[in-house]
């Protein structure tokens, strides 16, 4: 291995990181290796990844099973294109998601990340719409608060006022309505679904969907709210004509604590709340290597197919790519072969007991815990300086952003490891808050 210094030197000279300026904020640390929760760095460090490398590690890192499945894979066929072309490991995994995802789900379009997932979904909604001689009906409504990806179509579904408003210029303009206010630990309000009719009734003849991350909004805000608003929403878009679409790339995998964020909002019947399209991806290859997909109900697909223009319009160079089919395969057998809710629920309890009592801090403002998701707010972030002293001292690997300091390590970490979590969350949450700052921690 090279210098480590000189490593780094190149790195702040010439790449950039995400969210961060090219030179101003230079890596942290240099990743040797990784295994199950843990990240070596080069200098010596063993770091929880409390943050499961943004949400995707779920059954750890450098996971036996799946990087197994990409070896095999890789001796027989790294990459072919998805245009003319099938192949057995696209084919075994579009299986094996038909019986994993929610019933009646189950026209699979592969994409090769979560933004990209998104972009196809707002497509489809607005080509359905096209299909059924309604073209006036291209733009979506989402809520406040939310947050669908980088990309420039994903961007424009995200909250309007958050990280993308530089580039409202290249973004479509769409609809948006005021984040639900009530909580998921919080009786239903009814009350708190008042912004969403009043923008859909305003707008109904030009709406094609609704998109929304059930139960968590993740990267604007970190916030959890009530499932009563995915019922009161299916209702609406059923009696509007308007599909329903969930992005459920970081709810989804057992990380609120069912299968689904949708899981959580249950009909009458017992039956969860389905939306017409759903985005899926980061836990999806375990985090191994990027893959997303966008599915969609019978109804969509066959008003697509029979309609003048039946060919969805997109088509990724890397979609179905079969190194990534193959870490699908890998991950989905993981997730039917462990019981992920149990273990799920067991790290809900844990960071239950260990963050609630953070609300006493002097700087906290909020406490918020669902599944593997756990988050402290706090009124005014400390500097960057003393978060990586503690990422040092304590040996976690955390990136809050804004002020929030949270965790969603992997399905597998120990309670021991969920207590070193949430003592580091304590050190962050007792420092003194610092001067805002641009750099990666406060992106």
Same mark, same amino acid.
């Given at each position: 291995? /090279?210098?480590?210094?000189?490593?780094?030197?190149?790195?702040?000279?010439?790449?950039?990181?995400?969210?961060?300026?090219?030179?101003?904020?230079?890596?942290?640390?240099?990743?040797?290796?990784?295994?199950?929760?843990?990240?070596?760095?080069?200098?010596?460090?063993?770091?929880?990844?409390?943050?499961?490398?943004?949400?995707?590690?779920?059954?750890?890192?450098?996971?036996?099973?799946?990087?197994?499945?990409?070896?095999?894979?890789?001796?027989?066929?790294?990459?072919?294109?998805?245009?003319?072309?099938?192949?057995?490991?696209?084919?075994?995994?579009?299986? /094996?998601?038909?019986?994993?995802?929610?019933?009646?789900?189950?026209?699979?379009?592969?994409?090769?990340?979560?933004?990209?997932?998104?972009?196809?979904?707002?497509?489809?909604?607005?080509?359905?719409?096209?299909?059924?001689?309604?073209?006036?009906?291209?733009?979506?409504?989402?809520?406040?608060?939310?947050?669908?990806?980088?990309?420039?179509?994903?961007?424009?579904?995200?909250?309007?006022?958050?990280?993308?408003?530089?580039?409202?210029?290249?973004?479509?303009?769409?609809?948006?309505?005021?984040?639900?206010?009530?909580?998921?630990?919080?009786?239903?309000?009814?009350?708190?679904?008042?912004?969403?009719?009043?923008?859909?009734?305003?707008?109904? /003849?030009?709406?094609?969907?609704?998109?929304?991350?059930?139960?968590?909004?993740?990267?604007?805000?970190?916030?959890?709210?009530?499932?009563?608003?995915?019922?009161?929403?299916?209702?609406?878009?059923?009696?509007?004509?308007?599909?329903?679409?969930?992005?459920?790339?970081?709810?989804?995998?057992?990380?609120?604590?069912?299968?689904?964020?949708?899981?959580?909002?249950?009909?009458?019947?017992?039956?969860?709340?389905?939306?017409?399209?759903?985005?899926?991806?980061?836990?999806?290859?375990?985090?191994?290597?990027?893959?997303?997909?966008?599915?969609?109900?019978?109804?969509?697909?066959?008003?697509?197919?029979?309609?003048?223009?039946?060919?969805?319009?997109?088509?990724?160079?890397?979609?179905?790519?079969?190194?990534?089919?193959?870490?699908?395969?890998?991950?989905?057998?993981?997730?039917?072969?462990?019981?992920?809710?149990?273990?799920?629920?067991?790290?809900?309890?844990?960071?239950?007991?260990?963050?609630?009592?953070?609300?006493?801090?002097?700087?906290?403002?909020?406490?918020?815990?669902?599944?593997?998701?756990?988050?402290?707010?706090?009124?005014?972030?400390?500097?960057?300086?003393?978060?990586?002293?503690?990422?040092?001292?304590?040996?976690?690997?955390?990136?809050?952003?804004?002020?929030?300091?949270?965790?969603?390590?992997?399905?597998?970490?120990?309670?021991?490891?969920?207590?070193?979590?949430?003592?580091?969350?304590?050190?962050?949450?007792?420092?003194?808050?610092?001067?805002?700052?641009?750099?990666?921690?406060?992106?």
């Amino acid at each position: 291995m /090279k210098n480590l210094d000189s490593l780094l030197a190149f790195d702040a000279e010439h790449l950039w990181h995400p969210y961060a300026a090219l030179k101003n904020t230079p890596a942290r640390f240099l990743a040797k290796s990784a295994q199950g929760t843990r990240i070596e760095t080069a200098d010596g460090l063993n770091l929880i990844d409390a943050v499961s490398s943004w949400w995707c590690v779920a059954h750890g890192h450098n996971c036996p099973e799946i990087t197994e499945a990409i070896r095999k894979q890789s001796e027989k066929l790294s990459h072919v294109m998805f245009g003319g072309f099938t192949h057995e490991p696209a084919i075994e995994l579009g299986e /094996k998601l038909v019986k994993f995802l929610p019933k009646g789900l189950n026209k699979i379009f592969y994409a090769d990340s979560g933004s990209i997932a998104v972009e196809c979904a707002a497509k489809m909604a607005v080509q359905y719409q096209y299909a059924l001689g309604r073209p006036e009906r291209c733009k979506l409504v989402a809520l406040k608060g939310g947050y669908h990806g980088d990309t420039a179509g994903a961007m424009a579904l995200s909250d309007p006022d958050g990280m993308h408003t530089l580039f409202r210029g290249i973004m479509p303009h769409h609809y948006f309505a005021e984040r639900p206010n009530c909580r998921a630990d919080e009786p239903w309000n009814d009350a708190d679904f008042a912004s969403m009719e009043a923008v859909v009734n305003e707008h109904e /003849k030009e709406i094609a969907a609704v998109i929304c991350e059930p139960v968590f909004q993740g990267g604007n805000g970190m916030w959890l709210y009530n499932a009563g608003y995915l019922k009161r929403l299916r209702k609406l878009c059923d009696e509007k004509g308007i599909l329903l679409i969930f992005d459920e790339i970081a709810a989804g995998f057992y990380r609120t604590g069912p299968k689904w964020g949708m899981d959580h909002a249950k009909l009458e019947n017992g039956e969860s709340v389905l939306p017409d399209i759903m985005t899926i991806g980061k836990a999806l290859t375990g985090g191994h290597i990027t893959m997303a997909a966008c599915v969609a109900s019978e109804m969509v697909a066959d008003t697509i197919t029979n309609s003048k223009i039946s060919a969805f319009m997109h088509g990724p160079t890397y979609m179905a790519n079969p190194l990534a089919c193959a870490a699908g395969i890998a991950s989905l057998n993981l997730f039917e072969s462990r019981d992920y809710a149990k273990n799920v629920a067991r790290i809900e309890s844990r960071l239950r007991a260990n963050l609630e009592p953070l609300r006493n801090l002097e700087n906290a403002a909020d406490v918020r815990v669902l599944g593997a998701i756990g988050c402290l707010e706090l009124k005014a972030i400390p500097t960057s300086e003393d978060i990586l002293k503690v990422i040092r001292e304590t040996g976690v690997w955390l990136r809050p952003f804004c002020n929030y300091v949270y965790t969603m390590p992997p399905l597998i970490t120990s309670d021991a490891e969920i207590d070193q979590i949430c003592e580091a969350i304590k050190l962050i949450g007792q420092c003194e808050p610092g001067p805002v700052s641009d750099d990666e921690f406060h992106e």
